[in-house]
């Protein structure tokens, strides 16, 4: 999957989708797209043709990651109804998996009758991450785990920043979600996951308990404090722990 690029396609559907908003209110739309690509219009350019230039070149030419930011900031537009919203994340979706690339634009959840107000763009996975990560996040907040809730969403965040993945942040934040769900489960209070696993084996039989201890233990050495040079994971190691740790927290809650 592309993850770290914008193909010409993403930017042509960007611009397509921007060269709606431009036909009802050309100046808005360079307002949109030079705020969210950091640049500064040329007041010389006043015309319609001139300014849709400005904007398509923008739009061709710049950083890689701010097309992702554009796309988030066109979904926030508060001129849009619920409905072109909706209809705007499924077509922005669907791109994504037709065109392989690794992402995929989503909403936080109603609160309080508030819908749809805070897109983000986020990491596709694998299938197996996907379901993990996602099962593990409505179980969490089904049974009102807030604090394993949040700790796993921000694995996801960090997993998900542009135009660099915070890899070890996403490390720490996963464990610390399943190990915040272990003790709550085996009763335990300021334990931490190694030692949680060691004295309950009724809920980490063998092998799952070897296996989870041997996962923290790497954990450890390549999570938040990174002690020596080489140690940083790999991205495909880190999508793996995230994935191991939502699965695991999921198992825990059944």
């Known amino acids: 999957m592309v993850r770290e690029g914008a193909p010409d396609a993403l930017r042509s559907f960007v611009l397509r989708h921007v060269s709606h908003r431009a036909r ?5 739309a360079r307002d949109l797209v030079s705020r969210t690509l950091k640049y500064i219009p040329n007041p010389a350019n006043q015309s319609v043709d001139e300014i849709w230039k400005e904007i398509e070149q923008a739009i061709k030419g710049c950083d890689w990651f701010l097309i992702y930011d554009l796309i988030e900031e066109m979904f926030r537009d508060v001129q849009w109804s ?3 919203q909706d209809a705007f994340l499924r077509e ?6 037709e065109q392989n690339l690794g992402w995929k634009l989503r909403t936080t959840v109603p609160i309080e009758g508030i819908s749809l107000v805070a897109p983000e763009i986020v990491i596709r996975g694998s299938e197996a991450f996907e379901i993990a990560v ?3 996040v409505d179980t969490l907040e ?5 604090s394993a809730k949040k700790e796993l969403t921000e694995a996801l965040q960090d997993l998900s920043r542009r135009p660099e993945p915070d890899l070890t942040g996403a490390v720490h934040h996963a464990m610390a979600a399943l190990e915040c769900i272990a003790a709550d489960v ?4 300021g334990e931490t996951l190694g030692q949680v696993i060691k004295s309950h084996p009724d809920r980490f039989p063998a092998p799952l308990g070897d296996a989870l201890s041997k996962l923290y233990g790497f954990a450890s050495q390549r999570g ?8 940083i994971p790999l991205q495909k190691e880190v999508e793996l722990i995230v994935t191991i740790a939502a699965a695991v927290t999921t198992y825990l809650l059944q």
């Open 24 to 28: 009802v209110d050309i100046h808005n």
């Open 82 to 84: 619920d409905r072109d």
């Open 92 to 97: 922005v979706n669907e791109f994504f998996y």
């Open 134 to 136: 996602t099962g593990a």
């Open 142 to 146: 089904s049974s009102g785990r807030n």
């Open 186 to 189: 085996c009763s335990e209070t």
């Open 224 to 231: 938040r404090h990174v002690t020596s040079e080489g140690k």
